[in-house]
């Protein structure tokens, strides 16, 4: 590390400073060295404090512009599903592409005076900045009335640990509504919103859609920007639409993609023109007849994608029956095997850990090109107090002892290893969608589970085992980032209670910047057939 300057620092930092810090990374030093890093580190310190306040730079909205009103916790919320309520609408929309639809931000994301959980108690975070996908559905004429509620820390698949309360599914009281989008799940299935936003690390917009009958699209890795919203791993993070029809989750995607010039996900180049449009497209597809909808286009079934251990027989006769009617919209359904589907999810696992516990729990993005969260930064040290580490979910609380295991036992080099070893999976996607212009599965392995009882402490391990193998046909594609949509196909009973019938999807998966390919396949169904009746 070069030195740009030594000075003269008002307060020099001691010998006396230093030791301490040493001790604890294992170093002793002489006295020399000792003098001569005092004057370095000195230096450094003085540097810092001389740095202008970064508040001043950021994307602050403009209140009369984009005023909101009516701020309160909702005494009724929902079945769990609001976190906060508020109104909130743009003066002068630029665009009416969603004028008048009412939408529910998930609680992880930047709201300029509106209190942020991320689904815990972890930290009380009021952000001063409106995430870039908030000021744009607000610029394309959207009416914002809430924060939905979110899986504790955005680690859960299963919707009963968050903050606010268990979010209950909208087709059966006691059951998941799925994670950690949870709130926004049920609110577009009940219709309290036309449109809600999830983000999604793991399956976290895919998992609650799937649970409640509702669209849900992870979109390509960086098409829309994560610009002021909490990160779990910048390299699996995706924001993404959860609507009630196919066509709504087009116009909001269109609302909301490409660049913003913060988020270093997003490709520098190349995003712009008709590769943001989603709608015309669609609208040009659903003109035709049914039959030729899907004439030329070419499905993979993914063998393993219903070899996942625990699946539930009900939810295969499902999605095949969904994938067979493919036909007769002219579409040609074959079968593909990727074997290396099956190892994705151990490896998404034993990447997380490191980096999602800097990230996402300790606020530490280091690395990236990005708007940095600084004030919620500083209300997290470089480990968690007990208070923190208690007020975590059984998702987060593992992530944060897996953390703590890889950092102190193998370092930097297993999620190196697996990182390198995802590269290989997602050559094998890339390969496949040569052939095939879309890859289909279930969603999720088996239909929503029962909610444990509200306030039982049952501890971490029987909380996780609940929902073992969920997120297997959903993460290997956020380490890949290729576009995933989730789109309900009927109805299968519940694993704990026959009588009891809860939503099922299937997941269509495209290329890289072919999302628009994974909407038309799925209007295309859902334009043929009514997935309630099936």
Not at 146 to 175: D, I
Request: proline share 7%.
């Amino acid at each position: 590390m070069s030195v740009v300057q030594l000075g003269a620092p008002d307060k020099r930092v001691t010998e006396d400073d230093l030791r301490p810090i040493l001790s604890n990374a294992g170093l002793e030093l002489s006295e020399p060295l000792l003098e001569n890093y005092s004057t370095l580190i000195s230096a450094l310190d003085a540097g810092i404090a001389s740095l202008q306040d970064d508040r001043d730079i950021l994307p602050r909205p403009d209140l009369t512009k984009y005023p909101r009103t009516d701020i309160h916790i909702p005494e009724d919320n929902e079945f769990g599903a609001w976190a906060t309520k508020v109104t909130a609408k743009c003066t002068s929309p630029t665009s009416d592409l969603l004028k008048g639809r009412t939408i529910a931000l998930k609680d992880n994301m930047a709201f300029a005076g509106v209190r942020c959980t991320n689904g815990t108690s972890m930290v009380d975070w009021t952000p001063e900045i409106d995430a870039t996908v908030v000021t744009r559905v607000l610029d394309a004429g959207a009416i914002i009335v809430g924060k939905a509620a979110c899986e504790n820390s955005c680690l859960e698949g299963m919707s009963g640990t968050a903050v606010t309360g268990q979010v209950h599914n909208p087709y059966a009281k006691g059951y998941s509504a799925g994670g950690s989008s949870s709130g926004s799940g049920r609110l577009v299935a009940t219709g309290s919103v036309d449109l809600a936003f999830g983000c999604d690390q793991g399956g976290s917009i895919r998992i609650p859609a799937s649970s409640c009958g509702v669209v849900g699209l992870k979109p390509t890795w960086g098409l829309v920007p994560y610009t002021g919203i909490l990160s779990l791993d910048a390299t699996i993070d995706h924001a993404g639409p959860m609507t009630k029809n196919v066509r709504d989750c087009a116009l909001f995607l269109e609302a909301i993609a490409g660049p913003d010039g913060w988020d270093d996900r997003q490709p520098p180049f190349g995003l712009e023109g008709d590769k943001l449009k989603f709608v015309a497209p669609l609208d040009a597809l659903l003109a035709k007849d049914s039959s030729e909808m899907l004439k030329g286009l070419k499905i993979g079934v993914l063998s393993e994608g219903f070899e996942v251990p625990g699946q539930d027989p009900n939810v295969v006769s499902s999605v095949m029956s969904a994938i067979e009617r493919f036909k007769s919209l002219g579409a040609e359904v074959g079968t593909i095997s990727i074997p290396s589907h099956k190892e994705a999810p151990l490896l998404w696992t034993c990447a997380l850990p490191l980096s999602g516990g800097r990230q996402s729990l300790l606020g530490d993005m280091d690395g990236r090109k990005q708007l940095y969260l600084t004030d919620r930064a500083e209300l997290v040290g470089p480990k968690l107090t007990q208070s923190q580490f208690d007020a975590l979910g059984p998702g987060a609380s593992n992530m944060y002892m897996g953390y703590l295991w890889i950092q102190e036992k193998y370092g930097a080099k297993i999620q190196g290893k697996a990182m390198n070893l995802l590269k290989q999976v997602n050559d094998n996607y890339d390969k496949a969608l040569k052939g095939f212009d879309v890859l289909v599965m279930p969603t999720l392995p088996y239909p929503p589970p029962r909610l444990p009882e509200p306030d039982s402490d049952e501890g971490p391990l029987n909380f996780l085992t609940r929902t073992i193998g969920l997120i297997a046909n959903t993460c290997p594609f956020n380490n890949s980032g290729h576009p995933a949509l989730s789109l309900p196909v009927g109805f299968v009973p519940a694993r704990e209670d026959p009588s009891v019938k809860l939503p099922t999807a299937v997941q269509i998966v495209g290329r890289k910047y072919g999302d628009a390919t994974c909407l038309k396949v799925a209007a295309a169904w859902e334009k043929a057939f009514d997935w309630k009746s099936l």
